[in-house]
């Protein structure tokens, strides 16, 4: 029996695809011509040049001189992503601080907050409006700069799904529909922001989505990510991807038991790897005030420090080897605090890899275990993700005020003369 197949794009539709195809082509080279842009995508150069000229008229991109390619011909004009309209907000909050940033369709953050503050000392809805209040004034540097946001995305600490904090048991919330409470208290703070969508997702996820679009230029599309912090958070990137699970969970590696017998867990089970290598574990065992004095006295070789950092990293190890075995990454990327201390830590994760791994790619010092991205932050990511929706379909992005009347949206309204 046929299966009835899906209606067919209209021009309209056909269109905005498009539209997207190009903004999307001319953010991830930074600069380009319609030239490239057209041998890229695989549409003819003057249906690239319409496309071109609408993103232009709508304040996508921008023209920035001229490139030459010491061919004959006239010079390309060089295409760029805008540095002004829409951008991407982004919200961590974490147990002992709130970061906020806001970054444009270059990828570039261009205002960024951060503030230190006990967040388990406060109730859910207070938390938020503090972030919310932080936020506000990110816009105000923002309105200034010629940004406006395309929405807001919040990066936390706990199992997320649907808007709603199901569980984060180091800051205490369950049940806390995290996104709404947000975009509430950023609008009664700046009315201009009410109706702005308003997301969350997993700081760990965040994390790995930053380090999957703003690292090296090598890396991975397939990766285990870890997020150090008071716990341990944990994303799986699978071929450009996140791999969210049934219910959007995937990824808790902090809560893996690594010793059946070990201390109590905030999550209410006992040995969880966070216990060993959360920040506050590592502190703990090192009898450390903080990451910066642990890394100073692992440095002068310090017996403790190395004790605590090297019982982190056989921990970090074990959790690791299973689920490298499970998973078959190409890399194993370790972010928050552990890449401050990497050089103490992955001897340790490294053994345990070596060890325990079955196919035998990870031998001990294997560059398959690498530091984070220092630009690869949560903030990022969540702002990324807003970057991300906005690239997918521009025109549903657009000021009103930039909004073309009549058939500017379908013929790419006024024409220029630029060669490219």
């Known amino acids: 029996m046929n299966q009835p197949t899906e209606p067919k794009a209209d021009k309209s539709g056909v269109r905005r695809h498009n539209l997207s195809l190009v903004l999307r082509t001319v953010h991830d080279a930074g600069e380009t011509t319609r030239a490239a842009v057209a041998a890229r995508v695989g549409l003819t150069r003057p249906a690239v040049s319409s496309l ?7 304040g996508f991109l921008v023209e920035s001189g001229k490139t030459f390619s010491g061919q004959a011909g006239r010079p390309g004009t060089v295409l760029k992503p805008a540095g002004t309209g829409p951008a991407g907000l982004g919200v961590e909050i974490n147990v002992g601080h709130v970061t906020v940033c806001l970054v444009d369709l270059a990828g570039t953050d261009r205002v960024r907050r951060t503030t230190a503050v006990d967040n388990r000392s406060a109730g859910a809805s207070d938390v938020l409006a503090r972030a919310a209040g932080i936020a506000a004034g990110v816009l105000d540097e923002a309105a200034a700069l010629g940004l406006r946001p395309a929405g807001a995305a919040l990066a936390l600490p706990g199992l997320v799904s649907h808007g709603i904090v199901r569980q984060a048991p180091n ?6 529909p995290a996104a709404a409470l947000f975009r509430d208290a950023l609008a009664a703070l700046r009315p201009a922001a009410h ?6 997702d997993n700081e760990a996820n965040m994390a790995a989505l930053a380090e999957l679009r703003c690292g090296a230029p090598d890396a991975p599309r397939t990766f285990l990510h870890l997020t150090g912090g008071t716990g341990v958070g944990g994303a799986v990137v699978v071929h450009g991807e996140l791999l969210r699970g049934a219910h959007g969970f995937a990824g808790e590696i902090g809560h893996l038991v690594v010793d059946a017998r070990g201390p109590e867990c905030r999550c209410g089970s006992r040995g969880c790897l966070e216990q060993y290598a959360g920040r506050h574990a590592l502190l703990r065992a090192a009898d450390a005030p903080d990451t910066d004095e642990l890394a100073a006295r692992a440095g002068r070789g310090e017996p403790r420090a190395l004790a605590a950092l090297a019982e982190a990293g056989r921990m970090l190890g074990r959790a690791l080897s299973g689920a490298v075995n499970l998973l078959d990454p190409e890399a194993v990327v370790l972010g928050g605090v552990y890449p401050r201390l990497m050089p103490w830590l992955a001897p340790a994760v490294g053994e345990e890899l070596a060890a325990r791994v079955v196919s035998g790619l990870w031998p001990a010092g294997a560059p398959r275990l690498r530091a984070a991205s220092p630009a690869a932050d949560a903030a990022r990511g969540a702002a990324g993700l807003v970057l ?24 790419g309204g006024r024409r220029r003369t630029g060669a490219g």
């Open 171 to 176: 800051l205490g919330w369950r049940d806390v």
């Open 52 to 58: 071109v000229e609408q993103l232009l008229d709508l």
């Open 195 to 200: 109706g702005l969508p308003a997301v969350s």
């Open 388 to 411: 991300h929706d906005v690239l997918a379909d521009p025109l549903a992005h657009t000021a009103p005020e930039a909004r073309p009347p009549g058939r500017l949206a379908e013929t």
